[in-house]
């Protein structure tokens, strides 16, 4: 099928499929995630789902057998401006999508993809991530979570910290210490295992938004499958290092802002225009600057995606996206704010509409952007040494 046809294609089934009500902005107290948790507001939010999902449009590159609907990248972005023309949702998003998934379609066994893969692509299950420990945060690799093997198990205690969306998680993908006599990038093992038990607890974080995202997450002789190792037993910083390219590249976007606010509209309605420009000239430079460069970087990452010969996972070159990507998502809020003045000051009240107060909340939750995922004085040491080749 040629790409004009599938375009088409793709046009006719999204017009026909998504309702009304998920061509709107997402709430930010919203979340289109599935799992055994899954609470949804919107009834359209779960039948939005589940269409994409039969599609394999949750995970369109994803091979078919797992849930995918096989589409190569070309096909791949297609859906996504189709999406955009329309201003559809995204109908799932997650770790399960973003991180482990691709982990598992890298390193995992042909049995451990058919069992958490689909699961994955269908919102069946909902997946946390148990990487960053109190005293291990930048230097993950000095995590203490510890992992002893029982039979056919392993018996897990420690504690992670900023586990996003470990109340609502049914399984976690985790960094635990298997050998403690080994330098500690050698003794990790990268295992999964399911929440719901009787040694697993947590503890939501409640941030300067107002939102709990992030969990304290809490292991008391917690049970590991061995089968659930993933990769080799002490060779799990292989595939954590690899997970954390991943998600790199899905916290820097690259898409030039789909989805989020668009700040020359904003202006336009708070400021005023004259001859159809935003009043304030000065404003109107920055926005048009911040503009140019979301098209940049979004050209950018599609030139990258399209010069990769390989469906493997990121290079480094994700933490120049990451880097990016967090900045410019952080100058597009900062924009908003000189935009909208006051009016996106608010906390409650009758003076602020839902749309102000969730902006609000959105501009708080970006300042997280340049930490979470590796903050970016580690990004900047990575893009110096591993993709500019700068000696120490």
Known sequence: ??????????????????????????????????????????????????????????APTWPREYGGAGLDAMQA???????????????????????????LLEFGTDEQKAEHLPKIASGAIWWC???????????????QTRAVADGDEYVINGQKI????ADKADWIFCLVRTDTQAPKHNGITFILFDMDQPGVSVKPIKLISGLSPFCETFFEDARALRKNVIGRVNEGWTVAK?????????IG???????????????REYVGSSGGKIADAVLRDEITTHAMDDRAFGLTVRRNLEESRSTQAPSFVSSMFKLYGTEQ???????????????????????FSAEELDTTRAWLR???????????????NIIAKRVLGLPD
């Open 129 to 143: 991530q148990g990487y960053s420990e109190p005293n291990s945060g930048s230097d993950l690799a000095s995590l």
């Open 242 to 250: 690899r997970l954390l390219q991943y998600e790199r590249t899905m």
């Open 366 to 380: 970006t300042k997280a952007n340049s930490i979470e995922g590796g903050t970016s004085e580690v990004q900047l």
């Open 162 to 165: 900023w586990t996003s969306g």
């Open 77 to 103: 972005q297609v859906l996504r401006q189709e999406m955009q023309r329309i201003k559809a949702r995204t109908p799932l998003v997650g770790m399960g999508l973003s991180m482990i998934g691709p982990a």
């Open 329 to 351: 998502n952080k100058k597009r809020y900062e924009l908003l704010l000189k935009s909208m003045g006051s009016q996106m000051l608010g906390w409650e009240g009758e003076a």
């Open 253 to 267: 976007g690259g898409d030039g802002g789909s989805g989020r606010p668009n700040v020359a509209s904003v202006a």
């Open 1 to 58: 099928m040629s790409i004009d046809a599938f375009r088409t294609e793709v046009r006719g089934w999204l017009e026909e499929n998504c309702p009304e009500t998920m061509r709107t902005p997402m709430p930010a107290d919203e979340y289109p995630g599935g799992g055994r948790r899954a609470a949804f507001k919107n009834p359209d939010t779960e039948i939005w789902m589940r269409r994409c999902a039969d599609k394999g449009f949750t």
